[in-house]
């Protein structure tokens, strides 16, 4: 199981990708796996609409992640 969880890319945001609540307001966060990628939500209802379009949402991570690195140069 260690060898597993070292190929998933951990989730850089402290904010859910679905709704822009940050992680933890309300309770403890909906996490999933999707291909490599850790994701983390608010709340379950997240996730449930994260599957519906992932492809969406990834494009919104990677947007997120390369203003992230812009910022950090």
């Given amino acids: 199981m260690g060898q597993a969880n070292a190929l998933v890319k951990p989730y850089p945001l402290n ?3 679905v709704s822009g609540d940050k992680i933890g307001e309300m309770g403890e966060p909906a996490m999933t796996n999707y ?5 983390k939500f608010c709340c379950a209802d997240c996730v449930k609409d994260f599957n519906k379009n992932p ?3 990834l494009k919104k991570l990677a947007k997120a ?3 992230m690195q812009k910022e950090m140069k």
């Fill in 15 to 17: 904010y859910c990708l």
């Fill in 35 to 39: 291909m490599g990628q850790e994701i």
């Fill in 55 to 57: 492809k969406k949402y």
């Fill in 65 to 67: 992640e390369a203003k």
